[in-house]
């Protein structure tokens, strides 16, 4: 029996850590989020192991999951924040955090910096190129074309450095053109160390639970073809996703929407794209399957 992985969750403390983006204008998520409230949705959906993401770029985010992680064995994986801007820092807090088998990736929050070159500088690439070098994972967070136009340049610099794309790059679901994502995501697909989550899959107008299952068909339809699904990974992006519609309704739609895809392509899909890319610990995965089922 496959294992079913989430491959993108958060949790916060607000009393441990700051989060500037969040605010009035999220009201379903304006608080502190605990694992306690994910844990009945994923077993409720059959979901085995899930990996915890970060959502702020400081020290005690990370910190705060990895406590998170070791009190809940349903998280076989946590993507930290390490600062690629200062790439001895860097260095030194990825070795330290790796003692812990659950760190398995590292995200920066890049779409939250005014500079949309940013991902660009030499400080940063030299921070990406210790990623490179440890064969640590990076969780790329594309919100503008800029962004993704970014990537080809990224993976050529970078040529042994794993890149998963969140969200697929927030497509412009809702509104009247898909272009020039589409365009872009392809080009991005084109290195085969470019992989990307089939999450956060919400409209991209104003009210962002207003999208439909139909709306979804030709993203993922455009993923798989570009992709193909040994590098796609599902993830649920919650509780983000309390903002258009929840866990089970994103699930539900998902998986109408991948009815047509094969045994095997639905496994990678569903948590064996996942369980490779962050080269998740077998032990870790084992004792999740053993707290859910």
Do not use: C
């Amino acid at each position: 029996m496959s294992v079913v992985i989430d491959s993108h969750q958060h949790v916060w403390d607000r009393t441990r850590a700051r989060y500037d983006w969040l605010g009035p204008d999220l009201p379903e998520i304006d608080r502190s989020i605990f694992f306690d409230e994910l844990r009945p949705q994923l077993r409720a959906a059959g979901v085995d192991a899930t990996v915890l993401v970060q959502s702020a770029d400081e020290a005690a985010d990370t910190d705060e999951m990895l406590r998170v992680a070791a009190a809940n064995p349903e998280i076989a994986g946590v993507v930290v924040h390490v600062p690629l801007e200062r790439p001895q820092e860097a260095h030194d807090r990825l070795v330290e955090l790796r003692r812990d088998a659950h760190v398995v990736g590292v995200r920066n929050l890049i779409h939250d910096r005014p500079d949309p070159d940013w991902i660009l500088r030499p400080d940063v690439d030299e921070g990406l190129g210790v990623l490179e070098a440890a064969g640590v994972p990076f969780d790329y967070v594309a919100v503008l074309p800029r962004h993704l136009e970014h990537l080809p340049v990224l993976a050529e610099r970078h040529p042994e450095l794993s890149i998963v794309i969140d969200h697929l790059s927030k497509p412009p679901i809702g509104l009247s053109s898909d272009e020039p994502w589409r365009s872009l995501i392809a080009r991005a697909a084109e290195n085969p160390r470019v992989f990307a989550k089939v999450s956060g899959l919400y409209s991209a107008t104003p009210d962002a639970a207003s999208w439909t299952t139909e709306q979804l068909v030709p993203v993922v339809e455009h993923a798989l073809a570009s992709f193909g699904a040994e590098r796609l990974m599902y993830g649920g992006d919650w509780p983000v996703s309390l903002t258009a519609g929840g866990y089970a309704r994103i699930w539900a739609a998902l998986h109408e929407a991948t009815a047509g895809w094969s045994e095997a392509e639905s496994a990678r899909l569903w948590g064996g794209t996942a369980q490779e890319f962050y080269r998740l610990d077998e032990a870790l995965v084992a004792g999740a399957v053993a707290a859910s089922r």
